[in-house]
């Protein structure tokens, strides 16, 4: 992300590392004049105006949280939880006047733009059902890590299903009102000599969002497919329907014979989520550039992102997913910041 | 299905219209002896030894039953219930010196032969996921007919959904313990003139199924997709993974950068539907020739197809998964043969 920021002219200040060695190498490597290993010091370093959260699910509330309470604008990926989620949205409803927002970068891939764009125009017709499916190479790090643990935030259905339920919303304005779901750890160990740690994150997910008007969501997600690269959205439509594939949109209306290509991106093997994120970054530098005073973002937001309360509804629907993959019934998606218990997962969130 | 028999050397000798002028046509069209409006008419015919089944659903168990009982070996449809399929099952038992068979002719595709002997090969390792898609237009007929009515047999779950059922079970030597599913029929009126008759088959389908030895297949089915053909069956395991696109077989194992074209049928436009009876067809002259006395044709079965047994499985699971559907919740698959409700779907199924 940072060579994106600055090819479009961001200043990058400074940089955060998990080891104040890794810190020092990638202000080295990316020329960033300020490398730490402690949060705190990139938040309060004063010519720090926007922070873009990467950091593990686990720490996502905490660094966005405080950020916004000093005043900073924040980016931020999913965080671990269903509380962290509501936190985030406390913080941002507090400080309207900062940017508070998702970094799914696929709402911003041009794909996905003018896939909205065409369904709203009635390319499709009455929407009937939405098909997602991602098929790739493990998740897991080399070594064992959060993305190893449901619990830190890992797994396919978090880390990947949490984007595709948000561009689901996103391209249908709709939202999921009852979810079912299936979640598989098909590759239960790992570890550099093999079978040292055990993963509890999902490798595979198989579930289906019934949204309102009457909309259906089917998504599978498989990390079990080494050396494939399948991400694929259809939505199909009394009269027609639209398929992104990667970077590429396709369309078929009822009457015609063949699919048309719609767009052909030319992305030359960069996936969607890498292409969605250099789009992102320049509408956040044209947003930059619409204003006078920096600091009020927040009232030009970038439009096309995801607030925190977007996060909210998504991490809602993730949970419901996990609650249905152990009951086995539909569940119910019910957004709800208050009657959060505050004891819930304290002991895997620890402040 | 009756130039392929001729083809292969079967005299065809007689055939049944739904009205008399459509059967003189088809006799004619296809150099056929005989032709009535009367299916005892083609079962009583001294010179028919082999009955094909290819009526509605509604029709299939009566005729399957009396053909066995008159001495008929039969080649037939799945039937349109579950008590249907277990008189079929108990007629198969009672006469287990004819041939008694289902006609699902995927079975019989070249590229799930190889699939099946591959996959038995370790190709593709401990098998995980099976993930089953299907679309394409409307199944209606052009005029109403039993495919517009659920309780007739219609619908995409039954006429397609139960050849990939008994296909998933056949490939991977497994069958479904626990299945859900979801059906949806998003076109509800039709007619010539349009909004005259409701429709109560579905045209969309999801649905699980949980197979013994932890095997997970995931299926759907849409065809609400005019001018698509789309036919994917992908196995995937530990190891590889098995992919069938329409008639060709690609096969990619987890150390190989990209999938390699295992069989290419060169179909030229037939779909695996159409290309597997013709494979079925040339192996039922094969086993016939096999054998001196035609009327022993049990004792050297075609040991690729679906038995009326499988049919039973097939049809108990498609009852479950239209369960789950009404339900909401994940439902066994038992296949029994007693216990049946003698008066069970009574009102849709008069003798």
């Known amino acids: 992300m940072v060579p994106l920021l600055q090819k479009e002219g961001f200043p990058v ?12 190498s990638l202000a080295s490597e990316l020329d960033i004049p300020f ?20 950091t593990p699910p686990p720490h996502t509330r905490q660094i966005a949280v405080k950020a916004l309470g000093i005043g900073k604008n924040v980016i931020s990926e999913q965080a671990a939880t269903l ?3 509501c936190k985030m949205v ?8 900062l940017m508070s927002i ?4 696929l709402r911003f891939l041009p794909a996905f733009v003018q896939m909205k764009r065409l ?30 643990e449901e619990l830190m935030g890992g797994g396919g259905l978090h880390t990947v299903g949490s984007c595709i339920i948000d561009l689901l919303s996103h391209l249908t304005g709709r939202r999921a009102v009852r979810v079912h779901g299936m979640l598989r750890t098909f590759v239960r160990q790992g570890g550099p000599a093999g079978g040292i740690r055990s993963v509890t994150a999902d490798d595979y997910a198989c579930f289906q969002l019934l949204m309102n008007g009457g909309v259906v969501c089917s998504v599978t997600l498989n990390f079990n497919l080494p050396g494939t690269d399948v991400h694929e959205i259809m939505l199909v439509g009394s009269s027609g329907r639209l398929i992104a594939r990667g970077t590429e949109l396709y369309g078929q209306r009822a009457s015609m014979q063949v699919e048309e290509l ?24 044209l947003s930059f550039q619409a204003q006078e005073d920096r600091r009020s973002w927040a ?53």
């Open 102 to 105: 998702m970094g799914n970068s």
């Open 13 to 24: 200040q400074a940089v955060w590392g998990r080891t104040q060695e890794e810190a020092e």
């Open 262 to 285: 719609l767009l052909s991106d030319g992305g030359e093997g960069v996936g969607p989520s890498v292409r969605g994120l250099n789009s992102m970054v320049t509408q956040l530098r």
């Open 119 to 148: 369904l709203g125009e009635g390319y499709c017709g009455n929407l009937q059902v939405c098909e997602a499916r991602v098929y790739g190479g493990s998740l897991l790090s080399q070594s064992y890590g959060w993305a190893w």
């Open 299 to 351: 009232r030009h937001p970038v439009s096309m992102a995801a607030s925190f309360e977007d996060g909210l509804y998504v991490q809602t629907v993730v949970d419901a997913i996990k609650r249905s993959n152990r009951t086995g019934e539909w569940e119910s998606v019910e957004v709800k910041i208050q009657d959060i218990d505050p004891n819930h997962n304290h002991r895997t969130l620890p402040n």
């Open 35 to 54: 490398s730490t290993s402690k949060t705190d010091d990139v938040l309060l370093h004063p010519e720090v105006h926007l922070v873009c959260i990467l």
């Open 90 to 97: 406390t913080a941002a409803r507090y400080y309207p006047q």
């Open 83 to 85: 509380t962290d989620a």
